[in-house]
């Protein structure tokens, strides 16, 4: 038989290194949700990562989310299936103000609600098997609830300081059993800290100020507290939101006096990269979970490396001039080392209501009145039942979700047949300078509606018994749109509305009826579906 010698690259083939086979390191880009989780915390248990953020007057309250590769996540649910603090989360009473919500009173707890309360900059952390989460309610005190899952159940929440004026509490458990609660002062005062009881319940003690300094540590607040080679860390941003860096705070005591120096710094394009959370992959590589606030679309969420020199973390890059102490934020970087490849997953968004439950998605802005929302009266449609209101941030049983991405279109089916006299519903996105389309019923004939800042224009009657409604979200501007023939074909409506950012909150997509205060009867409003495509 005749012989035959390979040609020569494929004998070479066989003698590379099995690292030219590799594939390529693969790389995340920052933001890795562009999504308003305002005030993240992290933490790692196992190969798993969890996120809770500030979710203020929406409920439920205090989201959780997990991820496996720290990159990509999806939202478990809530610690807080209701908002029990105070009557006014119940949204009970109209708020004196038109739909540009410009004229909000000052003590928001005489006029029926809590626009801006609720809570505020969670921490999480795991602890003798349970999951712990604290945070603040600006007027109400600092609370815990703990879980054996972090998808819960949750315990109900525990008063741990009652009182107004709190903000920004963290829990730590040292090496000798002992507990302690750090925590600011609305207004981002002095950090304190207090001893606290074992089962983190309650503090043992009135506090002390460990950090306080206007001139060089100006709006202090957001503390996590964390211990590593004997140091205790402070990671705390200053200088204020849209502005600030990230500072450290350090000593080799938990009373201090601590040291501090800036670890991340504005630059590569955000003016304020900082609060958040760090941990470490079982490899132990650093990494620091944080915001970056970009207007109306809120506080959305980034990811820095974090290594470490002479007892000090470094964030980000190297910035062009610097000392090699303060990072710049990254805007592309090698994945973190998590031990694996994982599915790129994304938050949940979309819902066409067949579940016996609303996804983890949904948040009502306030309380909801529960017996007028549900997914059974009609299977496969979600029907909201109007109560009177003067205005959209008056109405209850608003229905909203966080923003997912920076351009986005939502689209949701609105059956009509029961819209009451007076009675408007539809999709908006939702915040001060509300803007919305839908319909409203006025002397006996429906009519499609575009609404911004209170002027309403009127489009068509609608003659069929449903219609599709479209808000296509860019550049922090919503346009609507409506479609009466099953969606082939839109037809925009009314001007373009610039979003805002409100009351702490980014504007978010949501489903809405309200009726006419004067009219003895309401009706109810039936959505079929929500789509939303990035």
């Known amino acids: 038989m005749r012989s035959r010698s390979l040609p020569a690259w494929i004998t070479a083939l066989a003698f590379l290194p099995l690292a030219a086979f590799a594939e390529p390191t ?64 119940d949204l009970p009473g109209p708020v004196p103000t038109d739909d540009t919500g410009a004229r909000m009173p000052r003590d928001q707890r005489t006029v029926g609600q809590r626009y801006a309360g609720g809570v505020w900059a969670p921490s999480i952390r795991h602890h003798d098997g349970r999951f712990y989460v604290y945070f603040a309610t600006p007027y109400e005190g600092i609370f815990m609830a703990t879980a054996e899952k972090p998808e819960g159940p949750w315990s109900a929440p525990v008063a741990v300081i ?28 002095p950090l304190v800290l207090h001893r606290m009881a074992p089962d983190g319940k309650s503090v043992l003690d009135a506090g ?6 206007a001139k060089a540590l100006p709006v202090l607040e957001g503390p996590k507290l964390y211990k590593r080679d004997g140091w205790y860390y402070i990671f705390a941003p200053t200088g204020g939101v849209e502005t600030g860096p990230q500072t450290v705070l350090r000593s080799k005591t938990i009373w201090g006096p601590y040291e501090h120096r800036a670890v991340l710094i504005p630059g590569n394009g955000l003016n304020g990269p900082h609060q958040g959370g760090w941990v470490e992959t079982p490899s132990g590589q650093g990494w ?12 959305i969420v980034h990811l820095q490396p974090v290594t470490w020199k002479d007892g000090w973390p470094f964030m980000g890059q190297p910035p062009p001039v610097g000392d090699g102490t303060s990072g710049w934020p990254v805007m592309q970087h090698a994945a973190p080392d998590v031990g694996g490849r994982f599915p790129a997953v994304k938050p949940q968004t979309s819902d066409d209501f067949s579940a016996k439950a609303l996804g ?19 299977p496969g449609f979600l029907r909201l039942t109007a109560a009177p209101a003067p205005n959209l941030v008056s109405a209850r049983n608003t229905l909203t979700q966080v923003l997912q991405s920076e351009h986005a279109v939502v689209t949701t089916r609105l059956d009509a047949t029961g819209v009451a006299e007076g009675q408007r519903a539809g999709l908006s ?47 922090q501007t919503a346009r ?32 809405f009826t309200y009726g006419d205060p004067t009219k003895s009867r309401q009706g109810y409003a039936d959505f079929d579906w929500v789509k939303v495509t990035p």
């Open 429 to 475: 996105m939702f915040g001060q300078g509300l803007s919305w389309i839908g319909v409203a019923r006025r002397e006996g004939a429906l009519r499609v509606v575009q609404s911004y800042s209170g002027a309403e224009v009127l489009g068509p009657p609608l003659k069929t018994r449903t219609i599709d409604l479209r808000v296509s979200v860019s550049d």
């Open 480 to 511: 609507y749109a409506y479609s009466l023939d099953g969606g082939e074909s839109f037809v925009e409506l009314g001007a373009a509305a610039p979003l805002r950012f409100s009351w702490w909150k980014g504007a978010r997509p949501a489903l």
């Open 26 to 89: 693969p790389t995340y880009r920052n933001p890795i949700l562009h999504a308003d989780y305002s005030d993240p915390d992290v933490i790692r248990v196992g190969d798993r990562y969890y996120l809770v953020a500030s979710t203020f007057h929406f409920s439920p309250g205090l989201p959780v989310l997990e991820s496996r590769d720290l990159v990509h996540w999806t939202i478990l649910g809530h610690v807080l299936p209701r908002l029990p603090f105070a009557p006014e989360y």
């Open 162 to 189: 009652a009182g107004p004026g709190y903000e920004d509490p963290c829990p730590f458990w040292d090496d000798d059993g002992q507990a302690y609660l750090v925590h600011g002062k609305v207004g981002a005062g």
């Open 288 to 299: 620091f979970v944080h915001f970056n606030s970009k207007g109306a679309y809120g506080r």
């Open 208 to 213: 002390t100020v460990i950090a306080e300094d």
């Open 360 to 378: 983890p998605q949904w948040e009502w802005n306030h309380n909801p009145d529960n017996k007028r929302w549900s997914l059974r009266q009609r």
